[in-house]
């Protein structure tokens, strides 16, 4: 069974723009797997950050279930995920014990330097994937077979500079979007933090707001997700895209990005 794993920095960035895709591919039939780098642990007004720790590790585990995902422990906390070798050495152990066919990350470009970090470590996890001489924490033996990793809309579908960005294949959600709002509604204790922190009036009305904005987007569908194909170079002998060959119908492969990849100065 072809497997996917999603790579965020804190718990509910998959649900924000990652969960309706892993929905789709579990639907196709596909093992789907969940892993945010960090506790969470700075977000919360009212608790210290140990018993954030502890209710923002409860939530992530019900969110994955709620998606019936495989959930995978974190390995940092918030503002401490950086791209070193400690962490890189225990993402790659992750990446060689699903061996997954697909990586669905953060934009490398994109709000908060946790979401860019956390873009660099997947894809040099997936990289180093079948490198003997790469030890990883525990232990895991490399692996053969392509990956494809594909690189999220970011918070905002803008850079740090305000630049827009523009997705490179819009993946239809409206079927799943249900599903994918109440594994966000799950992460409870984030709707106070969210609202104080950065005056969202309410962190699902946001997440409905950035999937219509994609879906509005691709001039297609209600719902979407949005995605840039990360090079092949290293993770695949050719070019593939596994989303659009495996969700057919549910994918929309943007024309204009894929020919401005073909212009010349």
């Known amino acids: 069974m072809p497997s996917a794993l999603a790579i ?7 649900e924000f ?14 093992e ?11 977000g919360s007004m009212t608790m210290n950050a140990a018993r954030t ?3 923002r590790r409860a939530e992530a585990k019900r969110a994955a279930k709620i998606l019936g995902a495989h959930w995978h422990p974190p390995m940092c906390d918030d503002l401490e995920i950086l791209y070193e ?18 990586v669905l990350t953060h934009s490398p470009q994109d709000y908060m330097e946790d979401h860019m970090n956390t873009s660099r470590l997947a894809v040099t996890a997936a990289f180093s994937r079948g490198m003997p001489n790469f030890k990883t924490t525990p232990p895991r033996r490399p692996v053969d077979g392509d990956v494809t990793v594909y690189h999220a809309m970011p918070h905002g579908l803008r850079d740090g500079l305000r630049r ?25 204790s984030q709707k106070a933090w969210l609202d104080a922190s950065q005056g ?3 962190y699902l009305i946001a997440m409905d707001e950035m999937s219509a904005a994609v879906g509005k987007m691709s001039h297609r569908f209600e ?9 092949h170079l290293g993770f695949s002998a050719a070019e593939i895209d596994p989303l659009a060959e495996v969700l057919k119908k549910n994918c929309l492969v943007n024309a204009a990005y894929e020919r401005a990849l073909q212009t010349h100065d």
């Open 8 to 14: 965020a920095a804190h718990p509910d960035d998959i």
């Open 32 to 42: 789907i797997h969940y892993l945010n780098l960090s506790t969470g642990n700075c």
């Open 164 to 188: 827009r960005i523009v997705p490179g294949l819009f993946v239809n959600t409206a079927s799943v979007h249900a599903t994918k709002r109440e594994s966000l509604a799950a992460h409870v």
């Open 200 to 202: 969202m009036d309410s």
């Open 223 to 231: 719902h979407a997700e949005g995605w840039r194909r990360h090079s």
């Open 17 to 30: 723009c990652m969960a309706g895709t892993l929905l789709l591919l579990k639907v196709a039939g596909w």
């Open 53 to 55: 720790r502890t209710v």
């Open 85 to 102: 070798v400690k962490t890189l050495h225990r993402l790659a152990a992750v990446i060689r014990e699903v061996k997954p066919s697909v």
